[in-house]
Protein backbone atom coordinates (compact mmCIF):
# COMPACT_ATOMS: atom_id res chain seq x y z
CA UNK A 1 0.00 0.00 0.00
CA UNK A 2 1.04 3.74 -0.80
CA UNK A 3 1.75 6.04 1.96
CA UNK A 4 -1.22 8.38 0.37
CA UNK A 5 -3.58 5.52 0.26
CA UNK A 6 -2.60 4.08 3.81
CA UNK A 7 -3.26 8.37 4.98
CA UNK A 8 -6.68 8.00 3.18
CA UNK A 9 -7.67 4.98 5.24
CA UNK A 10 -7.04 6.42 8.07
CA UNK A 11 -8.76 9.59 7.60
CA UNK A 12 -11.59 7.64 6.45
CA UNK A 13 -11.50 5.94 9.60
CA UNK A 14 -10.92 8.84 11.89
CA UNK A 15 -13.29 11.67 10.20
CA UNK A 16 -17.02 12.15 9.87
CA UNK A 17 -17.31 10.90 6.11
CA UNK A 18 -19.27 12.65 3.45
CA UNK A 19 -20.74 11.90 -0.06
CA UNK A 20 -18.66 12.54 -2.56
CA UNK A 21 -21.20 14.10 -4.73
CA UNK A 22 -23.30 15.90 -2.48
CA UNK A 23 -20.72 16.15 0.69
CA UNK A 24 -23.86 15.02 3.21
CA UNK A 25 -22.47 12.83 6.24
CA UNK A 26 -23.06 9.19 5.18
CA UNK A 27 -24.73 6.95 7.58
CA UNK A 28 -22.79 3.79 8.72
CA UNK A 29 -23.44 1.59 6.45
CA UNK A 30 -23.07 4.17 3.56
CA UNK A 31 -19.61 4.36 1.88
CA UNK A 32 -18.36 6.76 -0.52
CA UNK A 33 -21.49 8.30 -1.94
CA UNK A 34 -25.21 8.35 -0.10
CA UNK A 35 -27.85 6.65 -0.77
CA UNK A 36 -29.99 9.43 -1.70
CA UNK A 37 -27.35 10.38 -4.32
CA UNK A 38 -27.78 6.67 -5.74
CA UNK A 39 -31.02 7.17 -5.86
CA UNK A 40 -30.89 9.59 -8.60
CA UNK A 41 -28.13 8.13 -10.36
CA UNK A 42 -28.87 8.75 -14.39
CA UNK A 43 -29.67 4.87 -15.40
CA UNK A 44 -30.06 4.16 -18.91
CA UNK A 45 -32.00 0.83 -18.34
CA UNK A 46 -30.48 0.40 -22.01
CA UNK A 47 -29.85 -3.60 -21.44
CA UNK A 48 -33.57 -4.06 -22.06
CA UNK A 49 -33.83 -2.21 -25.10
CA UNK A 50 -31.77 -4.23 -28.62
CA UNK A 51 -30.74 -1.90 -30.77
CA UNK A 52 -30.46 0.84 -28.47
CA UNK A 53 -28.14 3.82 -29.62
CA UNK A 54 -24.69 2.90 -28.65
CA UNK A 55 -25.59 -0.43 -29.87
CA UNK A 56 -26.06 1.55 -33.31
CA UNK A 57 -22.81 3.67 -33.13
CA UNK A 58 -20.71 0.28 -32.46
CA UNK A 59 -22.10 -1.60 -35.77
CA UNK A 60 -20.35 -2.56 -38.41
CA UNK A 61 -17.38 -2.04 -36.54
CA UNK A 62 -17.27 -5.63 -34.86
CA UNK A 63 -19.10 -8.58 -34.28
CA UNK A 64 -20.83 -8.05 -30.95
CA UNK A 65 -24.18 -8.89 -29.55
CA UNK A 66 -25.38 -6.90 -27.18
CA UNK A 67 -24.13 -3.43 -25.74
CA UNK A 68 -25.46 -1.85 -22.79
CA UNK A 69 -24.40 1.06 -20.01
CA UNK A 70 -25.06 1.52 -16.57
CA UNK A 71 -25.67 5.58 -16.84
CA UNK A 72 -25.40 8.02 -19.14
CA UNK A 73 -22.63 10.51 -18.39
CA UNK A 74 -23.46 14.15 -18.63
CA UNK A 75 -20.82 17.06 -18.11
CA UNK A 76 -20.80 18.42 -14.26
CA UNK A 77 -23.81 15.87 -13.45
CA UNK A 78 -23.25 13.06 -10.58
CA UNK A 79 -21.88 10.40 -12.64
CA UNK A 80 -19.15 12.78 -13.73
CA UNK A 81 -18.44 13.09 -9.74
CA UNK A 82 -18.53 9.83 -9.40
CA UNK A 83 -16.14 7.95 -12.37
CA UNK A 84 -14.19 11.04 -11.49
CA UNK A 85 -13.44 9.49 -7.30
CA UNK A 86 -12.97 6.18 -8.81
CA UNK A 87 -10.74 7.07 -11.53
CA UNK A 88 -8.69 9.66 -10.37
CA UNK A 89 -9.35 9.84 -6.56
CA UNK A 90 -8.34 5.98 -5.17
CA UNK A 91 -12.07 5.02 -4.38
CA UNK A 92 -12.02 1.72 -6.30
CA UNK A 93 -14.99 0.65 -4.03
CA UNK A 94 -17.12 3.03 -5.64
CA UNK A 95 -16.47 1.48 -9.07
CA UNK A 96 -17.21 -2.12 -7.55
CA UNK A 97 -20.64 -0.37 -5.49
CA UNK A 98 -21.86 0.60 -8.62
CA UNK A 99 -20.62 -2.82 -10.37
CA UNK A 100 -23.03 -4.26 -7.73
CA UNK A 101 -25.91 -1.90 -7.97
CA UNK A 102 -26.29 -2.61 -11.83
CA UNK A 103 -25.24 -6.48 -11.16
CA UNK A 104 -28.66 -6.26 -9.35
CA UNK A 105 -30.61 -5.11 -12.34
CA UNK A 106 -28.83 -7.49 -14.95
CA UNK A 107 -30.00 -10.18 -12.98
CA UNK A 108 -32.64 -12.26 -14.80
CA UNK A 109 -32.10 -10.23 -17.65
CA UNK A 110 -32.02 -11.77 -21.55
CA UNK A 111 -28.86 -9.09 -21.39
CA UNK A 112 -27.08 -11.53 -18.97
CA UNK A 113 -28.45 -14.37 -19.62
CA UNK A 114 -25.91 -16.30 -21.97
CA UNK A 115 -22.85 -14.25 -20.79
CA UNK A 116 -19.96 -17.35 -19.79
CA UNK A 117 -16.96 -14.53 -17.95
CA UNK A 118 -16.43 -11.23 -17.38
CA UNK A 119 -13.12 -9.44 -18.65
CA UNK A 120 -12.24 -5.70 -17.88
CA UNK A 121 -10.78 -3.69 -20.03
CA UNK A 122 -6.97 -4.05 -18.82
CA UNK A 123 -4.54 -1.29 -18.47
CA UNK A 124 -0.95 -1.81 -19.06
CA UNK A 125 0.56 -2.78 -15.42
CA UNK A 126 2.68 -0.02 -15.34
CA UNK A 127 -0.45 2.18 -15.30
CA UNK A 128 -1.98 0.00 -12.97
CA UNK A 129 0.95 0.32 -10.97
CA UNK A 130 0.71 3.72 -10.30
CA UNK A 131 -3.22 4.09 -9.85
CA UNK A 132 -2.73 0.79 -8.13
CA UNK A 133 -5.84 -0.67 -9.47
CA UNK A 134 -7.48 -1.21 -12.58
CA UNK A 135 -11.01 0.95 -12.55
CA UNK A 136 -12.89 -1.52 -14.94
CA UNK A 137 -12.05 -4.29 -12.56
CA UNK A 138 -13.38 -2.80 -9.72
CA UNK A 139 -16.99 -2.19 -11.69
CA UNK A 140 -16.17 -6.50 -12.80
CA UNK A 141 -15.51 -7.31 -9.44
CA UNK A 142 -18.92 -5.65 -8.46
CA UNK A 143 -20.71 -7.38 -11.31
CA UNK A 144 -19.88 -10.68 -10.43
CA UNK A 145 -20.51 -10.12 -7.04
CA UNK A 146 -24.42 -9.28 -7.81
CA UNK A 147 -24.44 -11.95 -10.79
CA UNK A 148 -21.84 -15.02 -9.68
CA UNK A 149 -20.58 -14.58 -13.33
CA UNK A 150 -16.82 -15.22 -12.45
CA UNK A 151 -13.98 -12.60 -13.95
CA UNK A 152 -10.82 -13.29 -16.25
CA UNK A 153 -8.40 -10.22 -15.71
CA UNK A 154 -5.33 -12.40 -16.85
CA UNK A 155 -6.50 -13.35 -20.11
CA UNK A 156 -6.74 -10.68 -21.92
CA UNK A 157 -4.28 -8.09 -21.68
CA UNK A 158 -2.66 -4.41 -22.38
CA UNK A 159 0.49 -5.32 -24.05
CA UNK A 160 1.96 -1.45 -25.03
CA UNK A 161 1.33 1.71 -22.82
CA UNK A 162 -0.60 4.39 -24.98
CA UNK A 163 -1.12 8.09 -24.21
CA UNK A 164 -4.03 9.72 -23.07
CA UNK A 165 -6.31 9.96 -25.76
CA UNK A 166 -8.45 12.44 -24.65
CA UNK A 167 -7.16 14.84 -26.92
CA UNK A 168 -7.04 13.09 -30.13
CA UNK A 169 -9.55 12.70 -33.14
CA UNK A 170 -11.52 9.49 -33.64
CA UNK A 171 -9.49 8.33 -36.47
CA UNK A 172 -6.56 9.32 -33.98
CA UNK A 173 -7.67 7.83 -31.25
CA UNK A 174 -8.21 4.30 -32.96
CA UNK A 175 -4.35 4.20 -34.87
CA UNK A 176 -3.51 5.09 -30.84
CA UNK A 177 -5.30 1.93 -29.75
CA UNK A 178 -4.69 -0.51 -32.72
CA UNK A 179 -2.74 -3.77 -31.88
CA UNK A 180 -2.17 -2.99 -28.18
CA UNK A 181 -3.97 -5.35 -26.47
CA UNK A 182 -4.37 -9.14 -26.98
CA UNK A 183 -5.25 -12.71 -25.58
CA UNK A 184 -2.49 -14.51 -24.03
CA UNK A 185 -4.02 -18.17 -24.81
CA UNK A 186 -6.45 -18.04 -27.80
CA UNK A 187 -8.14 -21.16 -26.50
CA UNK A 188 -9.41 -19.85 -23.10
CA UNK A 189 -12.42 -17.47 -24.53
CA UNK A 190 -13.45 -20.16 -27.23
CA UNK A 191 -16.57 -20.88 -27.71
CA UNK A 192 -17.77 -18.15 -24.49
CA UNK A 193 -19.64 -15.36 -24.52
CA UNK A 194 -17.53 -12.64 -22.57
CA UNK A 195 -18.85 -9.86 -21.31
CA UNK A 196 -16.43 -6.62 -21.92
CA UNK A 197 -16.32 -3.83 -19.32
CA UNK A 198 -14.94 -0.34 -18.76
CA UNK A 199 -15.94 2.82 -17.38
CA UNK A 200 -16.97 5.27 -20.01
CA UNK A 201 -17.43 4.45 -23.95
CA UNK A 202 -16.99 7.75 -25.90
CA UNK A 203 -15.76 6.69 -29.17
CA UNK A 204 -15.25 3.02 -28.71
CA UNK A 205 -12.20 2.60 -30.12
CA UNK A 206 -10.57 1.50 -26.80
CA UNK A 207 -13.61 -1.73 -26.76
CA UNK A 208 -13.51 -1.97 -30.43
CA UNK A 209 -9.33 -3.25 -29.94
CA UNK A 210 -10.01 -5.41 -26.96
CA UNK A 211 -12.52 -7.33 -28.90
CA UNK A 212 -10.12 -7.45 -31.87
CA UNK A 213 -8.17 -9.68 -29.36
CA UNK A 214 -10.88 -11.15 -28.23
CA UNK A 215 -11.65 -12.09 -31.84
CA UNK A 216 -8.64 -14.63 -31.97
CA UNK A 217 -10.41 -16.75 -29.91
CA UNK A 218 -12.57 -19.60 -32.21
CA UNK A 219 -16.65 -18.83 -31.47
CA UNK A 220 -16.06 -16.26 -28.99
CA UNK A 221 -19.28 -13.95 -28.69
CA UNK A 222 -19.03 -10.47 -27.09
CA UNK A 223 -21.21 -8.28 -24.92
CA UNK A 224 -20.31 -4.93 -23.94
CA UNK A 225 -21.22 -3.14 -21.03
CA UNK A 226 -19.70 -0.04 -19.43
CA UNK A 227 -20.83 2.43 -16.50
CA UNK A 228 -21.17 5.62 -18.44
CA UNK A 229 -21.65 6.48 -22.11
CA UNK A 230 -20.84 9.66 -23.21
CA UNK A 231 -21.45 9.90 -27.03
ZN1 LIG B 1 -24.91 12.18 -1.67
Redesign the pocket.
Known amino acids: MKPKWVLQELAHFFFPNC?V????KLLPTERG??L??LYKLPKTDNFKEPDNYGEILLAGRFPFERFASFCVFTQDGLLQSLIHEFKYNHKPYIAELLGVIYGKDLLGSEFLRTIDVIVPVPLHPKKKLNRGYNQAEAFANGLSKATSVKVSVDELIRVIDNPTQTKLTQTQRWENVEGIFDVRNNRVFENKHVLLVDDVITTGSTLEACAYALLKCENVKISIATVGEKF
Not at 21 to 24: A, E, F, G, L, S
Open positions: CVCKNVCQC
